[in-house]
C-alpha cells in the first residue's frame, strides 16, 4: 500500500454475521440502448460501523442455493464511493456493477447470479454485507502525489473513489489526477456525463472508445502511447502512483505501452516497476 495511505480495517464482517444494508439507490449508468447494462447502487449501512477506503471492496452473498444446494459464492464489488459516504457524512457506499447476461452458442443466455441480484435491487430492499476487503489497492493521502488511474469499464468504481475523495478534501492539491478510461462508446462508458464537469485541474481525462462509427478502434493503451511524453515524465518521479483496474485482457496491452513509453524515452520499465512496487505505487486489479 501507498506509504501515505490511511490503514484500513478489514474482514469486519463474515458470512455467518454479515451487515445489513438498505438499497437507497439504483441507477442505470449506460444509455437504454446500449449493449450493456451498468448500475450505480447506493448501500445505507444506518447506524452499523462499516468502515471503507477508497480502494477497498465489499462481499455481497446472493441469496439461495445454486444447483447443488450449496450457498452461492460471495462476490466481491470495488466501492465507488469516498471514505465518508455518496454525500459528504453519511454512512452509505456506492458500487458500480455490471449486469452479466452472456448468450450461448445454443441460444440460451447464461445470466450471473451476483450481478443480477444487484442489478435488480428495488429500493428498501435489504443486502447482506460482507468485509471490507483489501489493504494495498488504497489511496494515497500526500497531495503532493501524481496518480496515473487506467480502467475498462466497471473498473472505474475505485478511481471514481479515489476522485471525489481528492476533489473534497485536497481541491488545491499540487499533485494531479490522471485517467485513462476505456469503453466501446460513450453510451457504455459509466459516469460519462459527471466526468464531463470534473474541473481539468483535478483530473486530466482521456476517455478512450474502441467501438465509434467511421472511426478506428482505439484502447487505453493506444491512447498512452499518444501520451507519451507526459506519462514518462510522470512515472520517473518518485512521488508517482499507478493504478490499473478492470478485464484481465488490459494488463498485458498496459504493460506493453509502458515499455514503449520507457523505451522511446531512454527509462528501463522493469526497473522502474520494480522501484514502484517496492514503494507501494504499482499497483494491478484485474478480473
Excluded at 100 to 112: I, K, L, M
Excluded at 117 to 145: H, R, S
Aim: glycine share 10%; aromatic share 8%.
Amino acid at each position: 500500500a501507498p506509504a501515505s495511505a490511511a490503514k484500513p480495517q478489514i474482514n469486519l464482517f463474515d458470512r455467518k454475521h454479515p451487515a445489513k444494508a438498505t438499497v437507497t439507490g439504483n441507477f442505470r449508468l449506460t444509455a437504454p440502448d446500449a449493449s450493456c447494462d451498468i448500475r450505480h447502487i447506493i448501500l445505507d449501512l444506518g447506524a452499523t460501523h462499516f468502515p471503507v477506503l477508497e480502494g477497498q471492496s465489499i462481499g455481497i452473498v446472493p441469496p439461495g442455493a445454486d444447483a447443488n444446494g450449496r450457498p452461492h459464492k460471495v462476490r466481491l464489488f470495488s466501492v465507488a464511493s469516498p471514505r465518508d459516504g455518496e454525500r459528504p457524512n453519511t454512512n452509505n457506499l456506492a458500487l458500480t456493477v455490471k449486469r452479466v447476461a452472456e448468450p450461448q452458442p445454443d441460444g440460451s443466455v447464461e445470466r450471473g447470479v451476483a450481478s443480477n441480484y444487484v442489478c435488480d435491487l428495488k429500493l428498501g430492499d435489504m443486502v447482506d454485507v460482507i468485509g471490507p476487503f483489501g489493504a494495498t489497492f488504497l489511496m494515497p493521502e500526500d497531495p503532493g502525489t501524481d496518480v496515473i488511474m487506467i480502467c475498462t469499464g466497471t473498473g472505474s468504481a475505485p478511481f471514481r473513489a479515489f476522485t471525489e475523495r481528492r476533489r473534497r478534501t485536497m481541491p488545491s492539491a499540487a499533485g494531479k489526477l490522471y485517467l485513462f478510461f476505456g469503453a466501446r462508446s460513450p453510451a457504455e462508458l459509466p459516469y460519462f456525463g459527471p466526468l464531463k464537469k470534473v474541473p481539468p485541474k483535478l483530473l486530466d481525462q482521456e476517455l478512450v472508445f474502441s467501438r465509434l462509427p467511421d472511426r478506428a478502434k482505439e484502447y487505453v493503451q493506444d491512447r498512452m502511447r499518444k501520451r507519451s511524453a507526459d506519462l514518462a515524465g510522470l512515472i520517473e518521479r518518485d512521488t508517482t502512483h499507478v493504478y490499473v483496474c478492470g478485464l484481465r485482457g488490459m494488463e498485458g496491452g498496459v504493460e506493453a505501452s509502458f515499455r514503449d513509453i520507457c523505451g522511446e524515452h531512454g527509462l528501463d520499465w522493469i526497473k522502474i516497476r520494480a522501484r514502484m512496487r517496492e514503494t507501494g505505487r504499482y499497483h494491478v486489479e484485474t478480473y
